[in-house]
C-alpha cells in the first residue's frame, strides 16, 4: 500500500482480555518496528523485525506481549491479560534498506484498558 | 529514564517568527538524530536528520543544531506558518544501529495566524 496501515485506529478493552493489533508495512519495506506513546511520554521502542532474522524484542515491556511477523509483511502485536497500564497508542514503523533511517510510521492503534 | 527528553511540551509563536524547538540527551553514544513532525490522527512524519559530524543541517525553513558538548539540538523553524502547528518529536540513535531510536516525549507547536 502507500502507507503503513494500522487496525484499529481505536481499541476499548476490559482488563484481562487479550488484545491483538495489526500493522501492514509499506510493500517493500524489509523492516518492521513496534513502539508505543503512553500518556506524557516519548515514542517508547517494543520490538524490531528484519526480513528473516531473529526479531530484536529488547524492548517488549512484559511476557504479556508478543508479536510475530508473517510472510515478511503484517506484524500482528498482541497483548494478553491487558492491564491499565498498557493503555497507549501504539505505532507501527516501517522502512527499506535504501532509507533505513527515515521510518514511516501508521497512524497508530489507540488502546485503553478500562 | 528517558534518555531524549523535552522539556517543553508546548510553545506558542507568532506566523513569521522564529520557532524554536529544544532536545536533550544524556547518552554521549548517540551520534544521529532525528526530528519528526506529528499531525493529531496520523503518524509521526520525518523532517530532518543531523549526524554528530555535523553541527548543522538545514532544509528549507527548517535547521537543526546540534551542541555535542552541551548534549543539546534544537530545531529552528523560520518564518513559522500556521501549518507547522504540530508535535515535534526528537529522536537519537547509536551509529550503525538505527533499528531502535530514543524518542523524546515530544512539544506541541502552535502557530498563530
Known amino acids: 500500500g502507500a502507507g503503513v496501515s494500522q487496525s484499529p485506529s481505536n481499541k476499548v478493552t476490559e482488563k484481562g482480555k487479550d488484545v491483538e493489533l495489526r500493522c501492514d508495512p509499506i510493500s517493500g519495506h524489509t523492516a518492521l518496528y513496534w513502539y508505543r506513546q503512553s500518556l506524557g511520554q516519548g515514542l517508547e521502542f517494543l520490538i524490531y523485525?528484519?526480513?528473516?532474522?531473529?526479531?530484536?524484542k529488547s524492548g517488549l515491556p512484559s511476557d504479556r506481549f508478543s508479536a510475530e511477523r508473517t510472510g515478511g509483511s503484517v506484524s500482528t502485536l498482541t497483548i494478553q491479560r491487558t492491564q491499565q497500564e498498557d493503555s497507549a497508542v501504539y505505532l507501527c514503523?516501517?522502512?527499506?534498506?535504501?532509507?533505513?533511517?527515515?521510518?514511516?510510521f501508521g497512524s497508530g492503534t489507540r488502546l485503553t484498558v478500562v | 529514564d528517558q534518555q531524549v527528553k523535552q522539556n517543553s511540551p508546548s510553545l506558542s509563536v507568532q506566523e513569521g517568527r522564529i520557532s524554536i524547538l529544544n532536545c536533550d540527551y544524556t547518552?554521549?553514544?548517540?551520534?544521529?538524530f532525528l526530528w519528526y513532525k506529528k499531525y493529531p490522527a496520523e503518524g509521526p512524519t520525518f523532517l530532518i536528520s543531523?549526524?554528530?559530524?555535523?553541527d548543522k543541517n538545514e532544509d528549507g525553513r527548517f535547521t537543526v543544531f546540534l551542541n555535542k558538548s552541551a548534549k543539546h539540538l534544537s530545531l529552528h523553524i523560520v518564518p513559522s506558518q500556521p501549518g507547522d502547528s504540530a508535535v515535534y518529536f526528537c529522536?537519537?540513535?547509536?551509529?550503525?544501529?538505527?533499528?531502535?531510536?530514543?524518542f523524546g516525549s515530544g512539544t506541541k507547536l502552535n502557530v498563530k495566524p
Open positions: 523485525f528484519q526480513g528473516n532474522s531473529a526479531p530484536d
Open positions: 547518552n554521549s553514544m548517540f551520534d544521529y
Open positions: 514503523a516501517s522502512s527499506s534498506p535504501a532509507r533505513p533511517r527515515g521510518y514511516t
Open positions: 543531523i549526524s554528530s559530524i555535523k
Open positions: 529522536a537519537a540513535s547509536v551509529r550503525n544501529n538505527f533499528n531502535k531510536f530514543y
